[in-house]
């Protein structure tokens, strides 16, 4: 992975279409070897998540031109590699898993981010009829090692529907249900990260079970 992270290193201080042109074998270099990363990674998530389907690693990558249309950050390309592995792929709206390669900013995790409402209320109901098991899930200690919080992406009162007294309400204002874990660079320089990251998902599959038991 060293020659991924040395391309998005160079990417990110010449993010302009003349230089990613002139680079465009190396990037269709690190394009390659992020693929078939997932698809390894993909496979082992297989042994023990069965919901996890056979799929082409590129139906999981996301893209790295950025969609600048609306934006004021006008740069045309995004500076990280990320894979979301879930059924349906990175367009999925079920709970998977997701790494990001990004020097100095890489991390693993998953769950679901941000979901529209429809699916977000369904995740609320279950977890106001399930909640002794989320906790017991994600209060787990080898779980807590790697996510020791979910993302704080939180509403300031009730969600509508929900009764604002409730023993659980913390829990029911999250708007997402997703966490993540650092990865060094020095482990995607390693000989062996493909086992870290793998853990690391295995230490998330009940969640992603129980969200996707909700929706």
């Known amino acids: 992975m060293k020659r991924v992270l ?8 010449n993010n302009h279409k003349e230089w990613f042109h002139k680079n465009r074998d190396w990037y269709e270099e690190s394009l390659n070897k992020v693929l078939f990363v997932t698809e390894v990674v993909m496979n082992e998530i297989r042994k023990f998540d069965p919901e996890i389907p056979a799929m082409d690693p590129r139906e999981c ?4 031109f950025r969609d600048v249309r609306f934006s004021n950050d006008k740069r045309p390309y995004k500076t990280n590699f990320g894979s979301y592995i ?23 995790g998953g769950g679901i981010y941000m979901p529209p409402a429809e699916p977000l209320k369904a995740i609320r109901l279950h977890l106001n009829e399930h909640a002794e098991e989320f906790l017991e899930i994600i209060n787990d200690q080898n779980f ?7 993302m704080d992406h939180q509403l300031k009162t009730a969600p509508k529907g929900f009764d604002k007294n409730s023993e659980y309400i913390n829990l029911l204002r999250y708007q997402s249900f997703a966490f993540s874990t650092p990865v060094a660079d020095e482990v995607w320089l390693g000989g062996n990260f493909m086992e870290p990251i793998v ?16 929706l």
């Open 86 to 108: 879930a059924r349906g792929g990175r367009k999925s709206m079920r709970a998977g898993y997701y790494f990001h390669v990004e020097p100095g900013k890489s991390f693993s």
């Open 199 to 214: 853990e690391s998902f295995r230490q998330l599959q009940p969640i992603i079970s129980f969200l996707n038991r909700a």
């Open 61 to 64: 990558l996301f893209r790295i």
């Open 144 to 150: 807590k090692r790697y996510y020791p919080a979910m």
């Open 6 to 13: 040395q391309f998005l290193e160079e990417l990110s201080e």
